[in-house]
């Protein structure tokens, strides 16, 4: 079946650190991609998706290319702040909202 | 707008209890679907509607119940609840079926007893 994983966390940096968070996928067809990020206490919030091969997805300083060969969507970040601390979900969905399938999430702490 | 809200933020309830867990969103979204997430697990999709007196299944539906009797309001009713569904739940929508993004609300942390 369908299915995401994203590296083990938790994961601790320093401000200005530069960040990746890795992130494959299987499907059967072609997925749409998206990471959605879960500050402490609330919803997941979209951060940003790719719909087709090599698209690039960014937001906020955020940015993950969709490659197909080698079924990856891995999220990076220059320079981090305090403020990026979150828990980071990788999904894909095959059939727009209805099939909606996510990563395990990765717990980022991001230290002044 | 308010977007999606669901209500109680937290609930404890004892092996057998009955309960729902409340789900609203004022966007007009056709789709609306229920979560929950446990650690590790990432977020499972337990009943899914792409519209008013439309309801199915998702990953994980075994001990849920759903309705969806109006666009707004997307109840998760727990028959007897089991310390299996110690879990955070999470409501969704988007404006249909194909559309990408989802619009969450802010979690029901539940624990059985």
């Known amino acids: 079946g369908d299915s995401v994983t994203q590296m083990e966390g938790p994961v601790t940096l320093s401000e200005e650190a530069f960040l990746t968070i890795n992130c494959t996928y299987t499907?059967?067809?072609?997925?749409?991609l998206f990471w959605y990020v879960q500050y402490p206490g609330e919803g997941l919030q979209l951060l940003l998706k790719a719909t087709k091969a090599d698209d690039k997805g960014s937001n906020k300083g955020f940015e993950a290319t969709y490659r197909k060969e080698t079924t990856s969507f891995h999220l990076e970040k220059g320079s981090v702040q305090v403020s990026d601390s979150a828990v980071y979900f990788c999904?894909?969905?095959?059939?727009?909202?209805?099939?909606?399938?996510f990563g395990q999430g990765t717990r980022l702490t991001i230290n002044p | 707008n308010a977007g999606v809200t669901q209500t109680p933020k937290f609930q404890v309830l004892k092996t057998g209890q009955s309960m729902t867990l409340q789900c609203a969103q004022d966007m007009n979204h056709e789709y609306m679907s229920w979560y929950r997430q446990d650690p590790g697990m990432g977020l499972r999709l337990i009943h899914y509607?792409?519209?008013?007196?439309?309801?199915d299944q998702g990953e994980v539906p075994n001990g849920y119940n759903v309705s969806r009797s109006t666009t707004e309001d997307f109840p998760l009713r727990l028959l007897s609840a089991a310390p299996s569904q110690t879990s955070v739940y999470f409501c969704?929508?988007?404006?249909?079926?194909?559309?990408?993004?989802?619009?969450f609300g802010p979690g029901t942390r539940l624990t059985v007893t």
């Open positions: 969704a929508s988007s404006r249909d079926r194909t559309s990408y993004e989802q619009y």
């Open positions: 999904a894909l969905t095959l059939q727009g909202a209805q099939k909606l399938v």
């Open positions: 499907a059967t067809g072609y997925p749409s």
């Open positions: 509607s792409v519209g008013a007196g439309i309801t």
